[in-house]
Structure formats: C-alpha cells, structure tokens
C-alpha cells in the first residue's frame, strides 16, 4: 500500500519544483526580451527613421529604471550556473584572453594590419546594409545587417581584428567553463587550437568583413553548449544562443552539437548509469533541434514580412531523397579518412603524420578505458560506438551540405586534436605512461597549431602578391579602354567578358603556392583580386568612375575576339567597349 502511494504525484513537490525552476525561467524570459528589443531597434536604425532615436531613448530609459529584483534575480541565477569567485574567475579570463591574443596574433596579425581585399572581399569593402538585407534574409543571415550597423558601413581590417580577438577570447573563457579547465596550458592550446582554425584562416583571406560576425556567430554557439551541458534550467537560453548563432552564420550549429557530444565523453568515462547518458544526449539534441526550429521559424518569417524566397535550401541534406541517405552517409564516412590523412596541403608529409598520431592516441586512450575494470561494460560499449561514429561529427558539414566547396564551413574538420587533448587532460584513463601521454597530447596540439600558423600566414602573403598583381593588370586594362577613339570617361558603358582568373596568361598558378586546392581553400587557389567581380574592384576599390554593362559572351563578334593582352581584346562592340578578359 505504501510502495503504491508513492508513485503518486505529490502536488507539494511539484509546486516546490515550479518554484525551484521560476527563477531560471525569469532570467531567460528577461534576456529574451532585451534580446529583441535589442534587435527591434537595430531594425530601427537600418530604416534610419526618427522613430530609431525615439526607440533607443526609451529602451535606455528602461533600462535605466530596470527593477532591483530583476537584477538580483539575474545575478544570483548566473552566479550559479557559472560556480566561480571572482579571484577564479579574473584568472581564467586572463588565461583566455592571452591565449586568444597570441594565437590570433601571430595567425592573423599581418591581415588586421593590412588589406588585400579580395572575391567577395570587395563586394563587401562598403557594407551597403539597406542594399544587401534581402541578400542577407534570401540565404538565413538575418542578424548579420542588424549587427553591421553597430560597426560602420566599411570595412575595416584593425576594428575587425579587435572584435574578433574579444569574440574568440569569451569563447575560450565559455570552453575552459564547458569542459572545467583549469590548468593555464590547458586553456591556452585549447584556445590556440580555435583561434587558429584553418577555416577562420580561409575566412579571412576572401571574406574579411565577415570575420568578426562568425567569431560572434562562434561565440554563440559555444555559449548555447555551455547553456545546455553545464547550466541546470538553462536550456532555454541554450536553444536561444544556438538560434542566435545561426542567425549570423548557420554552420557552426555543428560546432555547438560537437561540443555537446564531447560533454558526453566525461559522463561515460565517470561511470554514470547508461540510461542516465542517453537521456542526458537526448535532452541535448532535443535542445539543439529547439533552437534550430526557433531560428528557421524566425527565418521563414522573416522570408514571409519582405517576400523573399528562402534560398540554397538544394544545398542541404534535405534535398535527397530517403533511398540516397544511406550511400551519401557512407561517402562521408570514407571523406573523412581520405581527407585526414590528405598530403597535399601547404605543410605536406606533416599534416598526415599528425593525424596519424592523434588517431593513434585516441585508440590508446580507448584502449585504456576498455582495459579499466572500473568502466561498467555499458559505458565501454557506449565508449565504442561514440569513437566510432566521430567521423560524422568531425565532417558533420559534408553530412548535412552538398556543397562542394566547404573550407568555410568545416570548423568541426579540425577538433580531432582538441578531443584528444581533452580526452588525454580530463578523462584520462588509466594507463602505462599517463604523465608522459598527456605531455604528447600537449606537444601534439601544439604542433597542430603551428600548422595552423603557416597556413594562415601563406595564406595572407599570398592575398597580398595577389593585391600587387591586380592591381597592375587592372591599371593596364584601364589604360588600354581610355585609349580608344570615341571612349568617354563615365559615359561609354564598358563591359566584361570572362575573367582574369581563367585567362589561358594570367591564371596559370603561382609558383610555391600550387598545395592551396580548390576543393579545401575554395577562392584561394586564384590568382588575382578580382575572381567574379572586376567591375566592383574598378568601381568601388579603385574608385574609379566607369560606366559599366553588361554583354552576352556567346556574341559571334565577342566570341572571335582574342583574350586580353592581345590586340583586339578591347574594342567597341555596338555602343560599348568590351573588355574580353578570358
């Protein structure tokens, strides 16, 4: 009779865990709402109406005026959650900021402090937000114009630089709190480790006026992981930053789902009830579709208010029909070990030695776990099946994208030396030799970094011959159109036909860069500025006042012009002047 009664629901329990949930409930609610009131008056000011200073007043106002018990609220809550005194805490954050400082600096210092815009680079050199939101609604980065008003409307290479070390230095503050680092080594390769990212690398050699909004899109994520692994009651503000994430960049809600199934690793190896982890991992996932849903709702509405059809929706998995899952699964599974031990990149033998060595590790570290008689044999099964199935973590871009060229969006393609480190420093074994694997781990991410530092910086010498190049070429095109009879300068429209980078002369390569391939590293492969868009390099980055058309290059006369330098590359065609690039 008693064991009956006390299945049943106890309405005093469930009222004390209402109440035990309210404040974490109003503190999400709390930030919600300053969240869009944020971005209804960063809406306000790309209409740059009267009615956006009248906003901004009175949101100040309130804010001014916010309730104490708000406050107070809101500080006991995330005090909580982030269970730090603020001795711990100033140290940590100094630990994160040098790391993010260093490494960002010695990866990206020469492009901060220089410019060599070019591909979209120069589309991009005038943000142009009132011209460019739809743009930004058609392919789901609904936040980007929102978050450009705040810097300016043109690029500029140092303010970029600033933001982007602030962004990266609170993401590995968030990632030592995710995975309880404490050490200063530790935290520093960890943050190297995503600093130096060759995918931000790649990101800032052609889209540099972006590099600050995906740091903050990066940051983001990894708040919403942190959100959702570490903070009791926070997996609404998890779902809320996942969605604010995608917001400005959609790729790295797999960076967010990586760290969270990292998270899992430390629940496995500390022995937790096996029924325990998989409701744990699916409370994750179930907070990651959350904030997913929550962002492509706020997407379509969007798409909906202006009248924009949502766009590159062919791109994704979903796109393929049930019958080809299985076979594009396998494929990617088979990309990942053909792409990980791959030789042909800027550091050659090295970079499929070092994979080699960290997939060698992570089989000792599992090696060491199955061999633990204190691992229930659940947890070394679940251990298993985890390993085995990190290729689709690690390549989780090629799984969900059928785009060929993902360089920008493989962030993931790059952790396996962070989980090693991870998996070497805080859930380690035990094993033969642990002091001197955890010091190879440590050496190890280091020389992934390293790597990391010369790709990144072959890259931005490469951008600036790149600049010099251009430049000259473009100047002699200019000199050769101003010379022809009849030509005036802002009136007679000029049109291009082809482009420098696939003119038979020019596009030939460039010698000491032919490791750069164009299914890694996209755009950088070219060889000059200006890849589609040369009227932009002459009109915006040159400034310089030509009337541009457009022609269609399948023209019997265009089509029987010979490629620039030759004689007969520029002439008039009709009205205009048509440059035969290629």
Same mark, same amino acid.
Request: net charge positive; proline share 3%; aromatic share 14%.
């Given at each position: ?390 290729? +689709?973590?690690?390549? =989780?871009?090629? %799984?969900? #994208?059928?785009?060929?060229? @993902?360089? /920008? $969006?493989?962030? !993931? &393609? ?22 001197? +694997?955890?010091?190879? =781990?440590?050496? %190890?991410? #280091?020389?992934?970094?390293? @790597?990391? /530092? $010369?790709?990144? !910086? &072959? ?29 005036? %300068? ?93």
């Amino acid at each position: 009779m008693n064991n009956h009664h006390s299945h049943q629901f106890d309405p005093s329990a469930i009222k004390a865990a209402a109440l035990e949930r309210k404040p974490y409930w109003l503190f999400g609610l709390q930030c919600a709402a300053l969240l869009a009131a944020l971005i209804l008056g960063l809406a306000l000011l790309i209409r740059n109406g009267r009615s956006a200073v009248l906003y901004w007043c009175a949101l100040f106002v309130c804010l001014f005026f916010t309730p104490r018990s708000w406050l107070q609220n809101g500080k006991a809550v995330f005090t909580k959650w982030w269970a730090l005194g603020k001795a711990e805490t100033l140290r940590l954050s100094l630990i994160s900021a040098i790391s993010s400082l260093a490494a960002s600096l010695a990866a990206y210092g020469f492009l901060f402090t220089n410019e060599f815009f070019s591909h979209d680079a120069l589309t991009l050199t005038n943000y142009g937000v009132e011209q460019r939101w739809s743009s930004y609604v058609w392919n789901g980065r609904i936040l980007i114009p929102l978050y450009e008003k705040l810097k300016g409307p043109v690029t500029a290479p140092w303010l970029i630089g600033l933001l982007f070390i602030l962004y990266m230095s609170l993401t590995v503050l968030l990632l030592a709190r995710l995975f309880e680092l404490r050490r200063p080594l530790h935290i520093f390769l960890i943050g190297a480790l995503f600093c130096t990212n060759s995918s931000l690398a790649i990101l800032g050699s052609s889209y540099i006026a972006c590099m600050d909004d995906y740091a903050l899109a990066l940051l983001a994520a990894v708040a919403g992981a942190w959100f959702i692994c570490r903070c009791r009651h926070g997996g609404f503000l998890g779902a809320l930053c996942i969605a604010v994430s995608m917001g400005l960049y959609q790729a790295y809600l797999i960076v967010a789902a990586g760290l969270c199934f990292f998270s899992l690793f430390q629940n496995v190896t500390s022995n937790d009830r096996l029924s325990s982890i998989v409701r744990r991992g699916l409370r994750y996932l179930g907070l990651m579709l959350a904030g997913f849903f929550l962002y492509f709702l706020t997407w379509s509405a969007a798409c909906r208010f202006l009248n924009i059809e949502k766009g590159r929706m062919g791109d994704t998995i979903f796109a393929l029909p049930l019958e080809s899952l299985k076979p594009h699964a396998i494929a990617v599974y088979k990309l990942f070990f053909r792409n990980f031990f791959r030789d042909n990149g800027m550091t050659g033998k090295l970079a499929p030695t070092f994979s080699l060595l960290l997939l060698g590790a992570l089989l000792v570290w599992l090696a060491g776990w199955l061999l633990d008689k204190r691992l229930a044999w659940g947890n070394k099964l679940l251990l298993c099946l985890m390993v085995v199935f990190l290729p +689709f973590v690690f390549r =989780a871009s090629s %799984l969900l #994208l059928l785009m060929g060229n @993902q360089s /920008l $969006v493989a962030f !993931n &393609q790059r952790l396996p030396a962070a989980l090693v480190l991870l998996c070497a420093v805080k859930w380690r074994p035990a094993i033969p030799y642990g002091r001197r +694997f955890r010091a190879a =781990a440590a050496i %190890l991410a #280091l020389a992934i970094v390293c @790597q990391n /530092l $010369v790709f990144s !910086n &072959q890259c931005y010498i490469k951008k600036d011959l790149e600049k010099n190049a251009s430049l000259s070429i473009v100047t002699r095109i200019i000199e050769r159109v101003e010379q022809l009879d009849g030509y005036v %300068l802002g009136e007679t429209p000029v049109a291009f036909s082809g482009g420098i980078n696939s003119n038979p002369l020019y596009g030939r390569g460039r010698e000491g860069f032919d490791a750069f391939t164009v299914y890694e590293e996209g755009a950088m492969i070219d060889d000059y500025a200006p890849t589609y868009n040369i009227a932009r390099y002459i009109g915006t980055y040159l400034n310089y006042p030509m009337a541009f058309a457009s022609v269609d290059s399948s023209l019997e006369e265009v089509q029987a012009m010979p490629a620039f330098p030759a004689q007969g590359s520029i002439k008039f065609v009709g009205e205009k002047v048509v440059v035969k690039l290629s």
